[in-house]
């Protein structure tokens, strides 16, 4: 196991800035994911680490040992592609024992080794196969276990599962995480599926235009998001401007009605707040009800059927003349046994239910409306 730093990366091409002050501490054993959309930097900050690209400024130390200047073949680390890159006219098991040929280990050592990665991947039957003949998750299998063979400090995966279908995918990423958790290997893996950095890594960087976005724990960045940038990037999120209306008090304002939202004690009173709040913590209000705090009352206009769940895109207010795709929709999910009860027109009455809002400092620069908006993947 190791421990990798990265400390003040900084990457330029030309006068285009791709890696900006980037600072993480990955300890032993522990798999983080960089996330976030194309052109943010985080397959160049991979290549740096791997040392396929150098930084301008920046350093990488790996168990307290600086190997900045050191070339990719020198730092001992292992790094499965995005299109696998194995070896055409080579086996599955010629692929898995070229690095360690390359390290000039004797014969019965490498193939010793080669015996035991086949076994652990499940490519024991596959052995003599060349990659055309493998499928695709075989094929990532066949990658994963040539990088692991050498024992390598670091693991680095760059999209290792892009290449494959959505179902072989899931399978895949659970495989990686159970392979990593069982060989103790520090790593980190490169993607832009929310899904799937959510679901194996121990903590995740959201990356935007160069920079760390934020760093925390999967049920952090989903559940308790630091900035706007992330809240509309995870997932799909609803969006109101709100007023502090007491610091002291967690609470905020929104069409005059106050209630509490965690993050209003770390803002100014009186400041512009945006308040976040998940699809699936809203509620629709049953007839007779009454829900403590704010309740937002629109028209259905569309139902994305999303398997257990159904998401409701709901217009607040009566206001009917802008585009679907304007600032005025909330999303919302139900049961999709009951989703039945909301067609496209009907009323509805959201609840927001208390403390399951958070809310965070708004820039002026960012001010919008007091309108709802829906972002992220489902609602864009």
């Avoid at 009352?297 to 257990?308: A, C, I, P």
């Avoid at 208390?354 to 992220?376: E, N």
Wanted: aromatic share 4%.
């Amino acid at each position: 196991m190791a421990r990798l730093e990265l400390h003040g990366i900084t990457k330029r091409f030309g006068d285009q800035v791709a890696v900006q002050d980037f600072d993480l501490t990955v300890g032993d054993g522990e798999l983080v994911s960089f996330l976030g959309p194309s052109g943010c930097g985080k397959t160049t900050t991979l290549r740096i680490t791997a040392g396929f690209e150098f930084p301008d400024s920046g350093s990488i130390v790996v168990n307290g040992r600086d190997i900045t200047a050191l070339p990719a073949n020198q730092r001992g680390m292992g790094m499965v592609f995005q299109g696998y890159a194995l070896f055409p006219n080579m086996s599955a098991a010629d692929n898995i024992e070229y690095g360690l040929k390359v390290r000039k280990q004797p014969t019965q050592k490498r193939r010793q080794r080669v015996a035991e990665m086949l076994e652990l991947f499940g490519l024991s039957h596959v052995a003599k196969s060349y990659p055309s003949q493998l499928s695709g998750g075989q094929q990532q299998r066949t990658a994963f276990a040539r990088a692991v063979a050498v024992e390598p400090s670091v693991l680095l995966l760059d999209e290792p599962l892009s290449a494959v279908d959505a179902k072989v995918r899931e399978e895949l990423r659970t495989e990686i995480r159970r392979m990593q958790l069982r060989l103790g290997i520090t790593a980190i893996l490169v993607t832009h599926d929310q899904a799937e950095a959510l679901s194996i890594s121990d903590r995740v960087v959201v990356m935007s235009q160069g920079r760390i976005e934020e760093v925390g724990t999967p049920s952090q960045i989903y559940a308790e998001p630091r900035s706007e940038f992330t809240a509309s990037f995870i997932g799909a999120m609803n969006e109101f401007r709100v007023r502090i209306a007491s610091r002291s008090g967690g609470l905020v304002e929104r069409d005059g009605v106050q209630f509490e939202a965690t993050g209003a004690a770390d803002l100014p009173d009186g400041s512009d707040g945006l308040l976040l709040v998940r699809p699936e913590s809203l509620e629709p209000v049953e007839a007779g009800a009454a829900p403590v705090g704010p309740v937002i009352r629109g028209r259905v206009e569309v139902q994305t059927f999303l398997g257990s769940q159904t998401r409701l895109l709901v217009r607040e207010g009566s206001d009917l003349d802008t585009s679907v795709h304007g600032s005025r929709l909330v999303a919302v999910d139900v049961p999709s046994a009951a989703a039945g009860r909301w067609p496209p027109g009907a009323e509805i009455a959201i609840a927001i239910p208390i403390r399951a809002a958070r809310v965070i400092a708004v820039r002026a620069s960012d001010l919008r409306s007091t309108a709802a908006v829906v972002t992220g993947p489902q609602g864009r």
